[in-house]
């Protein structure tokens, strides 16, 4: 299907230097609901637009890598209905956009903890969705589910222990080759709508040297121009890596 919402990309934006990895913390879903009396998980249905159109307007305008919060290692604290509706939810968007995204070349990967609280049938859905877009090449889109960013670390030393890696052995690239993709690059931008200006345990790891932008835009009410937006903001910061500027 192509892209149901084609907008001009904006001149200002320099497309030689798109952020090759972006973050998008999905979140102000609830308040959204509650501000139209509605109930929380209407605004989680509500925000799949917003992820769509996001997706699309990253492809377009050239991002290699969207990694999206769905749901954190402490989102298991919420009421169980709630908990129950996202898992759900989120195995339903899979089954009801994965034909189009692979038709557009999105490749489909998770993050997160695949433990026994997650359905099976959930994780047979993103297992099924990573399969049939495993080969495309146009831009990865990574679901951070049942994610958080002290886990992975986690995880991740444990594969060390059981890899037998030595202390002297152990450095930052050992630990990075054994986070959830060490294929997919640092992030250069994580953007966090909604008003909150915390990271919530987002990519602890492969955000320290990403550029932050935080707006007060409720998930649901997200479209591309507020990525195109982060984006012009992004190309205007001076990124120095602890070095000077040259
Ligand atoms: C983000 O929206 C969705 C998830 C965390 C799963 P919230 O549900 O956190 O919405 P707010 O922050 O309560 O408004
Ligand atoms: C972060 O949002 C997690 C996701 C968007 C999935 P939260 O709503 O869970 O974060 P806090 O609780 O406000 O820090
Ligand atoms: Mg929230």
């Known amino acids: 299907m ?7 990309i904006p001149a200002s934006i320099d497309r030689k230097r798109v952020p ?49 919060y769905a749901f954190s290692t402490e989102n298991w604290r919420r009421p169980l209905d709630e908990v129950r509706y996202l898992m759900g939810f ?53 679901m951070a589910f049942n994610y958080g960013g002290r886990a992975e670390i986690v995880d991740a030393v444990k594969r060390l222990v059981e890899d037998g890696i030595p202390a002297d052995k152990i450095t930052e690239k050992t630990i990075a080759q054994r986070l959830y993709h060490p ?21 602890l790891w492969e955000i320290a040297y990403s550029e932050l932008v935080f707006n007060d835009i409720l998930w649901p009410d997200y479209r591309r121009e507020h990525l195109y937006a982060a984006i012009e903001e992004y190309q205007g910061r001076q990124r120095r890596f602890g070095g000077v500027d040259s």
């Open 2 to 8: 192509p892209d149901p919402r084609p907008v001009p």
């Open 20 to 68: 090759a990895h972006i973050g998008l913390v999905m979140d102000g879903n609830g308040r959204w609901a509650t501000q139209r009396g509605l109930v929380r998980t209407e605004g989680h249905a509500a925000g799949e637009e917003a992820l769509v159109d996001a997706a699309y307007g990253a492809l377009a305008v050239g991002v290699k890598c969207l990694t999206v």
């Open 90 to 142: 989120n195995e339903s968007l899979l089954m009801r956009r994965r034909d189009e995204l692979n038709e557009v070349g999105v490749r489909i990967v998770f993050s997160g903890r695949r433990d026994r609280r997650v359905p099976r049938r959930v994780l047979a859905n993103m297992e099924a969705a990573q399969e049939l877009t495993k080969n495309n090449k146009v831009m990865t889109l990574n």
């Open 183 to 203: 294929e997919l690059p640092d992030l250069d931008l994580v953007i966090r709508p909604s008003g909150e200006t915390r990271i919530s345990n987002f990519l």
